[in-house]
């Protein structure tokens, strides 16, 4: 945490919304350090990515009846069936379509991904793999919704691209093709987070809470659990921080 940049930012009792330039956007939000403390353990806080973007956002609806949990199961492998298993173990209470296949078919307003991600230092998020050896096509693989929820490591990484003076980034792919928000780790993400993040996710939303204030607060559950800025500031939040519950 010591070696975090620090930034002169004012601060509000609201959710707070950062707007970056290409060159800072690949810095993860979570992290920007102001008056010595972590911004993301402080208070509620997104990017939209552009402020193209957030003008066209409105106050929108999710319906948490309305939820699929994929994750490739049939592939064997034990991270992601762990991974797996304690969503369904923390969810138990909640209506919730689950996918073990190998392609989902994900049409909720709350799809979530669960398996491994890839980063390449010079390209960003490199892609999804259901195992060792294997590889998606991510065309196939997201389908529509409201809020993609990925608990993929590096599925929120962003890499500037200089000779385009643009990124890349998986997350900014996903708003485009539709969803209103995507909330992803920045770095790898440990297999015991998932389930317990996402009851307090659920319950917060349940309660009439905002998607920003939402994940702020399952995060800051995590933080009480792991002490450490690595699991507690990992999940981010991308896109529309207006939405709520039905």
Same mark, same amino acid.
């Given at each position: ?113 669960? %398996? ?5 230092? #010079? ?5 999804? !793999?259901? $195992?060792? @050896?294997?590889?998606?096509? +991510? ?72 998607? %920003? ?5 399952? #995060? ?5 659990? !792991?002490? $450490?800025? @690595?699991?507690?500031?990992? +999940? ?11």
């Amino acid at each position: 945490m010591d070696n975090l940049p620090e930034f002169n930012i004012p601060l509000s009792s609201r959710e707070i919304v950062i707007f970056s330039d290409v060159g800072f956007s690949s810095y993860p939000h979570n992290l920007i350090k102001v008056e010595g403390e972590i911004l993301g353990l402080k208070q509620a806080v997104s990017s939209p990515l552009s402020f193209d973007n957030y003008v066209k956002y409105e106050e929108q609806k999710v319906d948490l009846q309305k939820i699929n949990v994929w994750a490739p199961i049939v592939e064997g492998d034990i991270a992601i069936s762990i991974a797996f298993a304690k969503i369904k173990e923390n969810l138990d209470n909640v209506k919730v379509v689950y996918e073990e296949g190998l392609i989902p078919n994900p049409c909720s307003d709350i799809n979530v991904f669960v %398996s491994h991600g890839g980063r390449d230092g #010079n390209s960003g998020f490199r892609g999804l !793999y259901p $195992s060792d @050896g294997k590889a998606y096509n +991510m065309d196939k693989i997201f389908g529509t919704g409201k809020i993609a929820i990925m608990f993929v490591c590096h599925a929120g990484s962003i890499v500037e691209n200089y000779y385009s003076n643009s990124t890349h980034t998986l997350v900014k792919r996903l708003l485009q093709s539709g969803y209103q928000a995507v909330i992803s780790p920045s770095w790898s993400l440990n297999v015991s987070i998932p389930g317990i993040w996402m009851k307090k996710f659920i319950r917060s939303m349940e309660n009439g809470n905002t998607i %920003s204030y939402s994940v702020n607060k399952a #995060n800051l559950y995590i933080e009480s659990i !792991y002490i $450490s800025p @690595g699991a507690s500031s990992a +999940m981010h939040l991308f896109g529309n921080d207006r939405l709520t519950s039905n």
